[in-house]
């Protein structure tokens, strides 16, 4: 069974930071594509960052460039998403996802189940 | 970026009814757009990619067709457990982008 947990979410002041952890498990991790998706309360979707298998290529959405970063380690099944000088317009809830290596473009097919990340004074 | 325009924002529909969800992408994008689930509290759940092919495990009232800018998310029959938020995606091109969603509710 494919499982993804999200850990590290919380409450921070602006300009703070916060490490965003997704431990994976029931697929070979190494070989796929990884995302973070993140929700703010009562909005839509929005796609903060994506890594490919090796870690070596890496996208971001224009608003968190600069301030997050998103790695893996393989070895451990995990992604993260680190995230500095937090901003009130962070504060979501923030999921990560697998892209299944099927050639559909970057599509994802198995999510976690959400970490918030609350960003207030 | 491309924007992801869906309509409408949302739509009121009984057990039953076909309900039809748009999608417009602001540039042409082949069929790089998938279609997903989303209910309250929960992570969203794939339905379509490609455009028109169905995920795995996802029931054959769901449809999806169209290629270029415009796309159409169709539900056949809707049942109690469909009403939630739908959103398409791009697929294709960084950022990759989601439509603002729609709401079925029940009518």
């Known amino acids: 069974e494919v499982q993804l947990v999200e850990s590290g979410g919380g409450l921070v002041q602006p300009g703070g930071s916060l490490r965003l952890s997704c431990v994976a498990s029931?697929?070979?991790?190494?070989?796929?594509?990884m995302t973070w998706v993140r929700q703010a309360p009562g909005k839509g979707l929005e796609w903060v960052a994506n890594?490919?298998?090796?870690?070596?290529?890496?996208y971001y959405v224009e608003s968190v460039k600069g301030r997050f970063t998103i790695s893996r380690d393989n070895a451990k099944n995990s992604l993260y998403l680190q995230m500095n000088s937090l901003r009130a317009e962070d504060t979501a809830v923030y999921y990560c996802?697998?892209?299944?290596?099927?050639?559909?473009?970057?599509?994802?097919?198995?999510w976690g189940q959400g970490t918030l990340v609350t960003v207030s004074s | 970026d491309i924007q992801m325009t869906q309509s409408p924002s949302s739509v009121s529909a009984s057990v039953g009814d076909r309900v039809t969800i748009t999608c417009r992408a602001s540039?042409?994008?082949?069929?790089?757009l998938a279609w997903y689930q989303q209910k309250p509290g929960k992570a969203p759940n794939l339905l379509i990619y490609?455009?028109?092919t169905l995920e795995s495990g996802v029931p054959s009232r769901f449809s999806g067709s169209g290629s270029g800018t415009d796309f159409t998310l169709t539900i056949s029959g809707l049942q109690p457990e469909d009403f939630a938020t739908y959103y398409c995606?791009?697929?294709?091109?960084?950022?990759?982008?989601f439509g603002g969603g729609t709401k079925v509710e029940i009518k």
């Open positions: 996802a697998r892209d299944p290596p099927r050639g559909d473009g970057y599509t994802f097919d198995f």
């Open positions: 029931g697929f070979s991790f190494s070989s796929s594509w």
């Open positions: 890594t490919q298998q090796g870690g070596g290529e890496r």
């Open positions: 540039q042409g994008i082949g069929s790089w």
């Open positions: 490609d455009a028109s």
């Open positions: 995606q791009q697929t294709n091109n960084f950022p990759l982008t």
